[in-house]
């Protein structure tokens, strides 16, 4: 359908005072779920991401990667086992973790963006330890805590005008190799780095009152509202770890959280440059 010329001047005239607000800012966003299968859908996020940094957004992409490590896994043959929804990660998958996430779906992800003409340089947790981290539960094998960030290796990169692209691989001083939780990896580096906010893309709207009814959409919470909505079970099963990110995101200094449909085409833009937005937004008491 084409857009009338007066509608688009409206669209560019309202993203003006946004590009103003997030211009230099760091953007931290978590990317995953069906915006990476899809292939239409991920073009359409490194698009919005190369827009964003042209128009002077510091953008650090934070990505996971566990529907591909389970395709991986199923094609040598290893089978996988989950405990409270965290996989089981023996010496054998952690090396299948760290080939897929440093290296297929980092990589890619670095040259899809050089296609959009932004220059990216992919990362690891691994690279300067930029993320440190500990075994979580002996039952779990390779999966790991974080116990601190270091954001040096983040900084220069930004500080040099390329997108870092970071896989969420942690390590500890003896040099063993951890899968770190993604919502979790980038909640620690939008705090570590300040940002002015921090983008989680999920396969849901939001958070929803009713978890069966996508309108019941809650567009703005404060994290002082959260406790009363775990116990109303509104926040429930999936959802409490991920708003615990988000609180802890909130008290390390992030001015706002979003939690976004990664479903939707544009998502991150219509959240980020327009008045009305299309997920949730979190903030930290009367910070709005």
């Not at 931290?28 to 827009?51: C, H, P, R, S, W």
């Not at 290296?103 to 993320?131: C, P, Q, T, W, Y």
Request: aromatic residues 4%; hydrophobic residues 45%.
């Amino acid at each position: 359908m084409q857009v009338p010329h007066a509608q688009r001047a409206q669209i560019l005239i309202e993203a003006l005072p946004y590009i103003r607000k997030y211009h230099h800012k760091v953007v931290v966003v978590k990317y995953g779920g069906a915006a990476m299968l899809n292939e239409t859908l991920k073009k359409q996020v490194m698009g919005d991401i190369a827009l964003l940094h042209l128009v002077g957004v510091r953008i650090v992409l934070v990505h996971g990667g566990g529907p591909e490590i389970s395709d991986l896994l199923k094609r040598v043959g290893k089978q996988t086992e989950f405990i409270n929804g965290l996989r089981v990660t023996d010496k054998e998958t952690i090396e299948a973790v760290q080939m897929v996430l440093a290296g297929k779906i980092n990589k890619g992800l670095v040259a899809l963006m050089e296609s959009f003409g932004r220059h990216a340089i992919g990362l690891s947790g691994l690279d300067g330890r930029m993320i440190r981290a500990k075994q979580l539960d002996e039952r779990l094998g390779y999966v790991g805590e974080i116990t601190g960030i270091d954001p040096t290796p983040i900084q220069a990169v930004l500080d040099n005008d390329y997108i870092p692209i970071i896989s969420t691989l942690g390590c500890d001083k003896e040099g063993n190799v951890y899968n770190i939780n993604a919502d979790t990896a980038a909640a620690k580096i939008a705090g570590a780095l300040g940002a002015e906010s921090l983008m989680l893309m999920s396969d849901i709207p939001g958070l929803l009152r009713d978890v069966d009814d996508e309108s019941s959409l809650i567009s703005r919470v404060s994290a002082d509202e959260i406790p009363a909505l775990v116990e109303q079970g509104v926040i429930s099963g999936g959802m409490i770890p991920k708003l615990d990110c988000c609180t802890r995101a909130l008290e390390e200094g992030v001015r706002r959280v979003f939690i976004l449909d990664g479903r939707v085409e544009h998502s991150i833009l219509m959240e980020i440059l327009t008045d009305a937005g299309i997920g949730t937004m979190l903030w930290q008491g009367e910070n709005t």
